[in-house]
């Protein structure tokens, strides 16, 4: 315990009275264990299967009631699964751990109750915040869009456009990496890229100055995005495939994305473990979706090039927890050995952030990529057509 970061009004707790895990408690200040995991990998996968039930099932049974007990059985079973996969993930070098699932603990103190922070239930960065906060949100929108609805809603849904042919057209007509542009209005990094932000009226130049797909960024609170830019240039006659940018940590986001337009969706393997890549591109593929999978560092490159079924890899030249930009980490990482198994596997490696000249664009093209994704560059010129024009060193729109 470091010390009360917040001093809050009183209210309820999550965790119901009487909920006790003293045994587990124990375990929870115990450093990572990277021995023998074949049992921890049939939990996992069991609690894997359990999920994807939730994913195909069409209409789930009403819940049984749930008395006390069972509940805090449930409760210790939740937090079990969340630990082996936090242990799982750490033999896998991901750094960014889930959100306690109840949360900082609470001291009461008269009528009001302090937090304490401490380090295992502080963010260590930013990425981490985003994703407990990710974590926070996809409670509630999981509670008003439950799975089934959603599946419902898909029925009508048109079908997706393909992202992976765009992008590949585009560098054949070019010449040049295919474009994929950002429609990105504020950063953790940079603040806010542009005041009068018309998500409609960008992406339309973007079209207009020749961009192979749009990213539209959804989380709200870190980048001031939203699912209804999504689909209010999904629904303004766009013919580009889009992205959905968004911090995915669970299925129901992929369901989400498609029914409000995307075509593509992002896949953070700083974040998401070797399974849970597995799981969401098999998802991805019922849904139609094409999945972006990206990566920052030769660790991180070299799981996902271990994985079958990837067709998309995108090398983020931001490094997510400290924010430093370096467009060298995409040569970096396509050295021989690992272009040689790209090539075999016909994947895409799209180059991220950082890009801003024709020199930049040059650069990656050489070290190996054929598409890049691009936002702040862009979003900020008062003419974003112009702006596509200005980083290629060429007009791309013919
Ligand atoms: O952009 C950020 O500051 C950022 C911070 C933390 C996590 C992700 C972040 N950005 C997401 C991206 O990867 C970029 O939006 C995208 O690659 C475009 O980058 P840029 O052209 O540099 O705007």
């Known amino acids: 315990m470091e010390g009360v970061i917040a001093l809050m009004r009183s209210v309820p707790v999550s965790t119901k009275p009487g909920v006790v895990l003293p045994r ?6 115990s450093p990572y264990i990277s021995t023998n995991f074949s049992k921890r990998d049939v939990c996992l996968i069991r609690a894997q299967q359990l999920d994807s ?3 195909s099932a069409t209409v789930p049974p009403p819940p049984p009631p749930v008395s006390d007990s069972q509940d805090n059985a449930l409760k210790l079973k939740e937090w079990e699964v969340g630990r082996l996969k936090e242990e799982v993930a750490a033999t896998q ?13 609470m001291h009461y103190v008269g009528p009001f109750e302090f937090r304490i922070q401490s380090e295992g239930n502080t963010p260590r960065n ?13 409670a509630q929108w999981k509670e008003k869009k439950p799975l089934v609805s959603l599946k419902k809603a898909l029925g009508a849904a048109p079908p997706t456009r393909d992202f992976i042919g765009a992008l590949r057209a585009a560098q ?10 950002e429609v990105k209005k504020a950063s953790p990094s940079r603040g806010v890229l542009r005041e009068d932000f018309d998500p409609v009226e960008i992406a339309k130049a973007y079209e207009k100055g020749g961009a192979a797909c749009l990213s539209v960024l959804t989380d709200e609170k870190f980048f001031q995005g939203s699912y209804e830019n999504l689909a209010a240039i999904r629904n303004a006659g766009i013919k580009c495939p889009l992205l959905c940018k968004e911090f995915i940590v669970e299925a129901w986001q992929l369901f989400y994305a498609r029914t409000k337009g995307a075509d593509a969706v992002l896949l953070i393997a ?7 890549i597995k799981y969401m591109i098999k998802i991805c593929k019922i849904l139609g979706l094409a999945a972006l999978v990206e990566v920052h560092n030769e660790r991180e490159m070299d799981r996902v090039l271990g994985i079958d079924g990837i ?4 090398i983020n030249n931001r490094n997510l927890e400290t924010f430093t930009v370096d467009i060298s980490n995409t040569r970096n990482l396509l050295d021989a050995r690992r272009t040689e198994i790209i090539r075999e596997k016909g994947i895409i490696v799209v180059g991220e952030s950082g890009l801003f000249t024709p020199a930049d664009i040059a650069y990656v093209q050489e070290a190996g990529v054929e598409a890049v994704l691009v936002g702040e560059s862009l979003v900020k010129q008062p003419d974003p057509a112009l702006g596509i024009a200005n980083l290629f060193g060429k007009d791309i729109s013919v």
């Open 24 to 29: 587990i408690s124990a375990r929870r200040s």
């Open 311 to 314: 067709k998309l890899l995108g």
């Open 172 to 181: 054949q007509r070019t010449g040049l990496p295919g474009l994929i542009a």
């Open 53 to 55: 039930r939730e994913a």
């Open 93 to 105: 070098g991901i750094t960014i751990r889930r959100r306690p699932p109840t949360g900082p603990p």
């Open 270 to 276: 700083a974040v998401l473990t070797d399974l849970d």
């Open 126 to 138: 930013i990425l981490e915040e985003i994703v407990w906060h990710k974590d926070v949100e996809l």
